[in-house]
């Protein structure tokens, strides 16, 4: 499995962007970036997904480089509700569907 | 449209027992997956199942099994319970099309399980 590096916590101001990065040098060229993210004792709720290009979607941005080693999910105005754990996951495609790999996460605290 | 659900939300067993988990998944989904989350760290990926069969497998022993329904629903066993394996029980469930297709996987709010 492509393993993921991610720094372990970072804080953000409310109404600020934030910008979590994520480093997985040894991707395969089929393999998608996925990310999710944990609030407190609740389920995983997925965020996005890209492969190449950079992808948005109402929660986040995905911002992928060229050589796909890394890439940075950016919350464009973060709010107290976005404090969570997020995961930056590389999916891997097994027999029927995927599995991820759930690496430490980033814990993001936003504050007032 | 409902979303996963899983029973029960918390749980409390004594070292050696057994314990049922019960997973629905999201309308519309045929695949079920499985993750045990210890406190403090991430979900670890235990099985998964598709079209009633069991297609991958963690790093878990064979005290973890499970079963899928026709109607897509999923048990996870788990017998003779270690005090370790108090965690978070999360089903994720997800559609497949095919091995290359993206399918996001969702995910229940999970049964908190304690082993005393």
Known sequence: DAKTTQPPSMDCAEGRAANLPCNHSTISGNEYVYWYRQIHSQGPQYIIHGLKNNETNEMASLIITEDRKSSTLILPHATLRDTAVYYCIVRVVIAAGNKLTFGGGTRVLVKP | DA??????????????????????????????SWY?????????????????????????????????????SSELNVNALWLGDSALYLCASSLFVNPEMNTEAFFGQGTRLTVV
Do not use: M, W
Not at chain 2, 14 to 28: E, Y
């Open chain 2, 3 to 32: 979303g996963v659900t899983q029973s029960p939300t918390h749980l409390i067993k004594t070292r050696g027992q057994q314990v049922t988990l019960r997973c629905s998944p999201k309308s519309g989904h045929d695949t079920v």
């Open chain 2, 36 to 72: 045990q989350q210890a406190l403090g760290q991430g979900p670890q990926f235990i099985f998964q199942y598709y079209e009633e069969e069991e297609r991958q497998r963690g790093n878990f022993p064979d005290r973890f099994s499970g079963h899928q329904f026709p109607n897509y």
